[in-house]
């Protein structure tokens, strides 16, 4: 007599939709472009997940690490995950299957590879920067509040950043928490929750915003911090839309009272020792992350920290650059500042990776240096420029730039925060 047939189990991996902010993070990381995406929801196709784990570190808010044990003939398929607001409950019909659950990861029963097993982390190229903090950070605070208990902020300054001519309109906004704690470090972020909702009702999911200022406040003493926010006025086809949450960051009033969640982020954090160097290259709001850190640094220059701090910062003409009255005005011994505009009229275009060649010498004295920190933040079609000037440079200097990036990578001294 034939016995039962092998029922298959699958610990499937999913993204929780509550905690999610939509970052993109886990979809540029996955080696095997499991990850996709539509509107509402972040999701895993059970077909193609290999468990690999490459996208479990980089997401800064732990959305990406859910899981659920179900029939693998009936995992939730993609058009069931995107029309989710919360994960389902374990499926209670599994707890009379405690042989097939066993059975996940022993290869000659279900034949379903258990995530124990996957590779190991950093195993794929598409990790392209570190999954671990500096060894010297501090201990971040994460996930404190979420989009159903958010923390609420006053905003208590709204100051546009970029010349009043200049097509980019971008703010600096400082928001303060009174006696509630908030808890934050340099590189880390927050989402704010814009009011309202979307056109089939859904409330708006949270969008993330770097932190601009340095753990101590945007003040010094004071529980409140900045961000560096943009005013999108198209859609990635150059069609006009308003950013939902951009636009209403950008015409806050003093006062006015901001849904916060975070903070966000245990890996893009600055070194703590104060001999450490700092290389930062970045392009419009992609500043924010090096302006707290710059600022950090400034503030314990009279402590004795003695780190070089080396910065390229690119944007498409000087009245688009956020922050640069406040950049020239840093003492030249302290950071050195690099600049490159793309839209000058009458000038070559000129990107970040061009200065960056520019300086060759002193960059790879920099890469040279085992207490030098990388770190990359701007838009998603910056990195391979800024990674293969890198190369070139670390080349022509006599590095092995493939040892070199694997030992910054594994040391947590390459950060990238491209979107």
């Given amino acids: 007599m034939n016995g039962p047939v092998p029922v298959e189990v699958l610990k499937q991996h999913l993204i929780d939709p509550e905690i999610c902010i939509r970052c993109n993070t886990c979809e540029e990381t996955c080696p095997v472009d499991a990850i996709t995406h539509d509107e ?10 290999n468990g690999c784990m490459a ?3 980089p997401c800064p808010t732990g959305a990406i690490d859910s899981w659920r044990e179900v029939i693998k003939a009936e995992a939730y398929s993609l058009e069931d995950q995107f029309g989710w607001d919360e994960l389902p409950s374990q499926n209670d019909s599994l707890a009379g299957l405690a042989g097939a659950v066993a059975g996940i990861g022993e290869a000659g029963k279900s034949g379903t590879e258990s995530v124990s097993d996957a590779p190991a982390l950093g195993g794929s190229d598409m990790v392209r920067g570190s999954v671990v903090p500096p060894w ?7 996930n404190l509040y979420n989009h159903k208990a958010p923390i609420q902020a006053t905003v208590v300054g709204n100051y546009r950043l970029t010349d009043t001519s200049a097509e980019s309109d971008i703010h600096h906004i400082v928001l303060d928490f009174g006696k509630l704690p908030f808890p934050v470090l340099e590189g880390q972020s927050i989402g704010i929750l814009p009011p309202g909702t979307t056109q089939d009702g859904r409330a708006h999911h949270a969008r993330q915003y770097s932190i601009a200022s340095p753990r101590d406040g945007e003040r010094p003493g004071y529980n409140n911090l900045a961000l560096t926010v943009k005013r999108v006025t198209h859609d990635h086809q150059g069609r006009e839309a308003g950013g939902v949450c951009s636009n209403y960051l950008c015409d806050l009033q003093k006062g006015d009272v901001v849904n916060v969640m975070g903070p966000f ?3 893009f954090l600055m070194p703590n020792h104060p001999d450490s160097h700092l290389l930062m290259i970045c392009t419009g709001t992609g500043a924010a992350p090096m302006r707290a850190m710059t600022e950090y640094r400034r503030r314990r220059r009279l402590k004795g920290a003695t780190g070089k701090l080396m910065l390229f910062f690119g944007a498409r003409t000087q009245g688009e650059l956020p922050y640069f009255g ?6 030249k011994d302290f950071i050195d500042t690099n600049l490159a505009f793309s839209r000058t009229p009458g000038q070559a275009k000129r990107y970040v990776q061009d200065a960056m060649r520019e300086r060759a010498a002193d960059v790879a004295a920099l890469l040279r240096h085992d207490d030098t920190f990388v770190y990359v933040c701007g838009l998603k079609g910056m990195e391979d420029g800024v990674l293969q000037s890198l190369q070139v440079i670390a080349a022509d200097a006599g ?9 910054l990578k594994t040391e947590g001294r390459l950060h990238l925060e491209t979107y």
Wanted: with cysteine; charged share 15%.
């Fill in 265 to 267: 982020g245990g890996t």
């Fill in 40 to 49: 509402n929801n972040y999701v895993v196709r059970a077909d193609t997940c």
């Fill in 326 to 331: 406040p950049l020239l005005n840093l003492p």
């Fill in 399 to 407: 590095l092995d730039w493939s040892a070199l990036w694997q030992r």
């Fill in 136 to 142: 010297s950070a501090a201990k971040p605070y994460v």
């Fill in 55 to 57: 996208c479990i570190s």
